[in-house]
């Protein structure tokens, strides 16, 4: 969709704001009661927390990145639902969570909450140092819970709350949905509807030791890998976690997971965010592979049912900026409810799906006018099925192909030397495929007879399908060393009708009653009839039916 004109920012001034500008700071703020002290963090907001709106319906609750740009959330969103006629029915609050310095530079007072570097979006708890003393601290997960609670006290027709933040700030989004604490106890009385939404995120909190095997195979595989000891450590997994996680739980955090409604943006080419950080880059190489790893151990670690909850989409054309995620075609499907469609998100069936394990066989040697069957049967898929099998020639003099739709195909072999190549193309139920390739070499194996060449004309199958017996008969000059078998489509051998058959008339009939060899009935299905000379050989297709 279209940006406002007005929102629109140079990618250049954008990341100077972030990085070296201090944060806006609002004149508002929201109040906190501890041990009878009052603390307060400012917040970006379009209607107060604190008072009735009867006619709000969403509420956003959106958290910066590292270069504390709440002012900037609050304004993409608030265009956003201008944008769409929604801004009279959507509450829409920034909070923002300063660093000491920030507070410094600002001349705060005593009551304003700050906290070290990132930790804030972990839920840690708020500093208190010899500069800048408080009073009491809080968790910044305690915060978010209160914005909740507030929401939906004063809101009586609030009917869904979205929890949401970009960069570092998606990180806290996916944390406290995982351990956060404020959704069950209003849905105990309340029924509203929680949606996180997490974009352009650095790192994940996993709920296992397993790590991605290796990120450029795919589907991605998971297993304990060594190298990195703090892995597993809060914030990337679950060991050493802070009081507020600690109190919520390992087992509740990840059932909480589980059962969380979470949407991740990525942009299609958010490749940054490498670090030193072992924690971190075990997780992927860059924020983008980090999504889809993430993604896909989702479904690795809870099942396929946890799919029905989290939804994963990238965003074409998006950088690490915020700005694209809010006014990308998912924008008013993820915030707003609208044009749902316009949203496509990751299949996770496709992204988790084994490719179809491919066999041509082996290279075979073959005689000239032989017939020759090119067997694909031992082709599988690990993780559903075959739904199409195709043989198709690719080097050596064009040969004709039967049944080159079926596990089993066969040719007749040309009349003179040649390498001949085929090429076997499955495709499995979830659209992946994969292609094996296979070489006849075509040359003399035997002295041949000296006799001139056999003419076989097109033999009448008839009845063709049936279901008791069906007659071959056959015409030409075939007074030495014919032969008339039966195969089915793995090319084994069923029934030889005719075996160095000779005849000194002009017409040939051979019935055959649907027995093999063994004189047992054979089972309904595809077979192929050969009638074979020295020098040539010709495959009929016959059906069974019981």
């Not at 608030?78 to 801004?87: D, P, R, V, Y």
């Not at 915060?143 to 939906?152: A, C, E, G, L, Q």
């Not at 195909?409 to 001949?420: H, I, K, W, Y």
């Given at each position: 969709m ?54 709000v ?16 959330h ?26 000491e ?21 972990a ?6 140092t ?11 997960f305690s ?10 006290q ?41 949606q996180y ?64 409604n ?50 994963l ?36 069936a ?56 079926h ?20 495709e ?28 076989i ?30 195969y089915?489509?793995?090319?084994r ?20 009653d ?33």
């Open positions: 279209l940006k406002p004109q007005f929102i629109k920012k140079g990618l250049f001034l954008f990341f100077i704001k972030i990085c070296f500008c201090q944060p806006t700071i609002p004149v508002h703020r929201i109040s906190y009661s501890v041990g009878g002290h009052t603390l307060t963090i400012p917040y970006f907001r379009n209607l107060a927390i604190g008072e009735t709106w009867e006619n319906k969403v509420a956003i609750i959106s958290i910066h990145g590292a270069g504390r740009n709440a002012e900037d609050f304004e993409l969103l608030s265009a956003l639902a201008a944008t769409n006629e929604t801004i009279d029915s959507t509450m829409i609050i920034a909070p923002l969570y300063l660093l310095s920030d507070v410094e530079s600002a001349g705060l007072d005593s009551t304003v909450l700050f906290w070290p570097s990132n930790d804030w979006n839920g840690d708890l708020s500093r208190s010899g500069s800048n003393p408080r009073p009491a601290q809080i968790s910044a915060v978010i819970d209160s914005i909740f609670h507030r929401i939906v004063h809101n009586t027709n609030v009917e869904k709350i979205i929890f949401t933040g970009h960069s570092a700030g998606s990180q806290m989004v996916v944390r406290y949905a995982a351990g956060g604490r404020a959704q069950d106890d209003i849905l105990q009385e309340q029924d509203i509807e929680f939404v997490s974009t352009n995120t650095p790192s994940f909190l996993y709920l296992d030791s397993l790590r991605v095997i290796d990120e450029n195979s795919a589907p991605f595989q998971f297993a304990f890998q060594y190298g990195c000891g703090t892995a597993n450590y809060y914030k990337y997994g679950l060991e050493n976690m802070n009081a507020y996680m600690e109190e919520t739980g390992a087992t509740t955090i990840r059932n909480n997971y589980m059962n969380r979470v949407i991740y943006l990525i942009g299609e080419f958010d490749t940054g965010g490498q670090s030193d950080n072992c924690a971190r880059d075990i997780q992927g190489e860059d924020r983008l592979i980090r999504s889809f790893i993430f993604f896909s151990y989702l479904g690795n670690y809870y099942g396929d049912p946890v799919y029905q909850n989290h939804r989409a990238e965003i074409p054309n998006a950088y690490h900026d915020f700005e694209d995620m809010v006014f990308s075609d998912c924008g008013p499907s993820v915030y707003f409810g609208l044009d749902s469609n316009n949203c496509i998100y990751v299949d996770p496709v992204l988790n799906n084994f490719s179809p394990d491919v066999d041509a066989g082996e290279d075979q040697t073959a005689n000239y006018q032989e017939l020759v069957f090119l067997d694909g049967s031992n082709s599988s898929d690990p993780d559903g099925s075959i739904i199409s099998y195709l043989w198709t020639q690719t080097a050596g003099l064009p040969v004709a192909i039967d049944s080159a739709d596990p089993t195909a066969s040719f007749v072999t040309p009349g003179q030397d040649n390498t001949l190549r085929f090429v076997l193309t499955i499995d139920d979830i659209g992946a495929t994969s292609s094996d390739t296979i070489t006849v070499s075509v040359g003399p194996l035997s002295t041949q007879k000296e006799m001139g060449p056999q003419v004309k097109h033999p009448l199958i008839f009845p063709n399908p049936f279901n008791d017996n069906t007659t071959i008969i056959f015409d030409g000059d075939i007074n030495k060393y014919c032969s008339v078998r039966v089915d489509i793995k090319g051998e069923i029934r030889v009708l005719a075996q160095e058959y000779s005849a000194n008339n002009d017409s040939h009939t051979i019935i055959w649907a027995k093999d060899n063994n004189g047992l009935t054979v089972t309904t299905g595809l077979y192929f009839v050969a009638l074979e000379t020295e020098d040539n050989t010709l495959l009929k297709r016959i059906t069974y039916l019981k």
